[in-house]
């Protein structure tokens, strides 16, 4: 059977309309990741590797986070259940703290460090360290329209808790020592800046103007690459849908059209008043930067730590703050199911980039997703902090796996970092307080 054409594109080919501008996804029959360079262009006619850090504050359910075993035999805690398809993709890592984390002995001065080990100033003031999702950012992120992508589902709280900036609970990227990555909170905006060059055609569909460019790429590409390339821009549309409906809908707060077609050219959408709804297109933003290429690092926040999140449509009446220090060891159902919640949010972008192909592998098979918070339960214990890594990591991950390292002499999170770091092609002799890497990951 004849092969389909190759055809050489170079990596910066996007598809332009007026305004917008959307990368193409990978595809068998387009070289869009090489250069000119016979060498570059077998590297780079692999697809990226892509990293995601997903943080939800205030730790988890004492005795309800764990994994004990390997491979699909491996059984999870009441926590992680819906990891459970993922499980020859896992990896549990038990253990790792940060030594600065421990000087404060609360939120923001547990939070602030969380991805870069890095001393946080206390008084107010603003000192933290640049987060290892940057440096990637900074070395990798030159061949993407967005170097990184910071999305958050809860507002920073500017004030301060017992001597130190609620700054620090509310970022987990650090673009540098004194300044936390810009956050993107509203979903729309979020969107823009994927895919727009501009707000000044801001009521036009994304799709709509791109469409003639897409249907030329679509005539020189294989039948399998047109499927591919139907199905993202039909999930760029069922994104880009959403958000509107969810406008039209009063779904949103801020401003509100009082006419059906506003004289304002674009004004804010606002943020989406049902929780799980605003979550999920934060997650599905997420998917489509990676999709489309559009960035490979990407971290969301789910909440603050010292989060004022309320849980409705759980039946939770209690805020998650002060739900967290209502475990006390026993059972607590309301506490459990605000923990699944989040960790549903991890599995569905986990499922998603599953079914994603490409080449032989899948998207989650390209990239590093992990879970993290910054304490392993609300009694502020940060000494063994919750980690969990699905995705193969362009091929140099291996899951299935329960490393403990509680009784090790390297359980620095920052030797994790280091690690990490590798499968991104940062080689660094030492990263915060590591100069270390962990062998196992």
Same mark, same amino acid.
């Given at each position: 059977?004849?092969?389909?054409?190759?055809?050489?594109?170079?990596?910066?080919?996007?598809?332009?309309?007026?305004?917008?501008?959307?990368?193409?996804?990978?595809?068998?029959?387009?070289?869009?990741?090489?250069?000119?360079?016979?060498?570059?262009?077998?590297?780079?006619?692999?697809?990226?590797?892509?990293?995601?850090?997903?943080?939800?504050?205030?730790?988890?359910?004492? $005795?309800?986070?764990?994994?004990?075993? /390997?491979?699909?035999?491996?059984?999870?805690?009441?926590?992680?259940?819906?990891?459970?398809?993922?499980?020859?993709?896992?990896?549990?890592?038990? $253990?790792?703290?940060?030594?600065?984390?421990?000087?404060?002995?609360?939120?923001?001065?547990?939070?602030?460090?969380?991805?870069?080990?890095?001393?946080?100033?206390? $008084?107010?003031?603003?000192?933290?360290?640049?987060?290892?999702?940057?440096?990637? /950012?900074?070395?990798?992120?030159?061949?993407?329209?967005?170097?990184?992508?910071?999305?958050?589902?809860?507002?920073?709280?500017?004030?301060?808790?017992?001597?130190?900036?609620?700054?620090?609970?509310?970022?987990?990227?650090? #673009? #540098?020592?004194?300044?936390?990555?810009?956050?993107?909170?509203?979903?729309?905006?979020?969107?823009?800046?994927?895919?727009?060059?501009?707000?000044?055609?801001?009521?036009?569909?994304?799709?709509?103007?791109?469409?003639?460019?897409?249907?030329?790429?679509?005539?020189?590409?294989?039948?399998?690459?047109?499927?591919?390339? +139907?199905?993202?821009?039909?999930?760029?549309?069922?994104?880009?849908?959403?958000?509107?409906?969810?406008?039209?809908?009063?779904?949103?707060?801020?401003?509100?059209?009082?006419? +059906?077609?506003?004289?304002?050219?674009?004004?804010?959408?606002?943020?989406?008043?049902?929780?799980?709804?605003?979550?999920?297109?934060?997650?599905?933003?997420?998917?489509?930067?990676?999709?489309?290429?559009?960035?490979?690092?990407?971290?969301?926040?789910?909440?603050?730590?010292?989060?004022?999140?309320?849980?409705?449509?759980?039946?939770?009446?209690?805020?998650?703050?002060?739900?967290?220090? #209502?475990?006390?060891?026993?059972?607590?159902? +309301?506490?459990?199911?605000?923990?699944?919640?989040?960790?549903?949010?991890?599995?569905?972008? /986990?499922?998603?980039?599953?079914?994603?192909?490409?080449?032989?592998?899948?998207?989650?098979?390209?990239?590093?997703?992990?879970?993290?918070?910054?304490?392993?339960?609300?009694?502020?214990?940060?000494?063994?902090?919750?980690?969990?890594?699905?995705?193969?990591?362009?091929?140099?991950?291996?899951?299935?796996?329960?490393?403990?390292?509680?009784?090790?002499?390297?359980?620095?999170?920052?030797?994790?970092?280091?690690?990490?770091?590798?499968?991104?092609?940062?080689?660094?002799?030492?990263? $915060? +307080? #590591?100069?270390?890497?962990?062998?196992?990951?």
């Amino acid at each position: 059977m004849a092969q389909p054409p190759t055809y050489s594109w170079n990596r910066r080919q996007l598809l332009r309309g007026i305004g917008v501008s959307i990368a193409l996804p990978w595809m068998e029959s387009l070289r869009v990741w090489g250069d000119e360079s016979s060498t570059a262009r077998r590297r780079d006619s692999q697809p990226p590797v892509r990293l995601a850090v997903l943080f939800s504050g205030n730790g988890f359910h004492a $005795g309800q986070w764990w994994a004990r075993g /390997a491979g699909k035999e491996m059984q999870l805690g009441p926590v992680l259940e819906s990891l459970t398809d993922f499980r020859e993709r896992l990896l549990f890592i038990n $253990g790792l703290y940060n030594a600065e984390a421990l000087k404060g002995n609360i939120h923001s001065s547990q939070t602030g460090n969380l991805l870069s080990g890095a001393p946080l100033a206390s $008084g107010g003031e603003i000192r933290s360290g640049t987060s290892f999702d940057q440096i990637i /950012a900074q070395r990798y992120g030159h061949s993407t329209k967005v170097p990184s992508l910071a999305l958050a589902c809860e507002r920073s709280n500017p004030g301060i808790h017992k001597n130190y900036s609620m700054l620090y609970s509310s970022h987990i990227s650090w #673009s #540098s020592p004194t300044a936390p990555t810009p956050l993107e909170l509203y979903p729309a905006l979020a969107f823009d800046r994927l895919f727009r060059d501009s707000t000044e055609h801001g009521d036009q569909s994304v799709l709509d103007a791109v469409l003639q460019e897409a249907s030329r790429v679509r005539r020189n590409v294989s039948r399998t690459d047109q499927r591919k390339l +139907d199905e993202y821009l039909n999930s760029v549309r069922e994104v880009e849908t959403r958000i509107a409906r969810a406008g039209k809908d009063g779904h949103l707060e801020g401003w509100r059209p009082t006419f +059906d077609k506003t004289t304002l050219q674009r004004p804010a959408d606002g943020i989406p008043q049902d929780l799980p709804e605003h979550m999920k297109l934060m997650c599905d933003i997420l998917i489509l930067a990676f999709q489309t290429d559009s960035t490979r690092v990407c971290t969301l926040k789910l909440n603050n730590d010292h989060s004022y999140l309320q849980f409705p449509h759980l039946n939770v009446a209690v805020g998650h703050h002060e739900l967290s220090h #209502s475990d006390r060891g026993k059972l607590s159902p +309301d506490w459990l199911k605000v923990n699944q919640f989040f960790v549903e949010q991890f599995a569905y972008i /986990a499922r998603k980039l599953n079914s994603i192909q490409e080449g032989d592998r899948t998207l989650l098979d390209n990239s590093v997703l992990t879970y993290l918070s910054s304490m392993q339960t609300g009694s502020h214990d940060a000494s063994n902090l919750p980690c969990v890594i699905v995705g193969g990591g362009g091929g140099q991950l291996q899951g299935g796996r329960v490393l403990d390292f509680v009784n090790q002499p390297n359980r620095k999170m920052c030797s994790l970092y280091l690690s990490l770091l590798d499968k991104f092609g940062v080689t660094l002799p030492e990263f $915060g +307080d #590591s100069r270390e890497r962990l062998a196992e990951v």
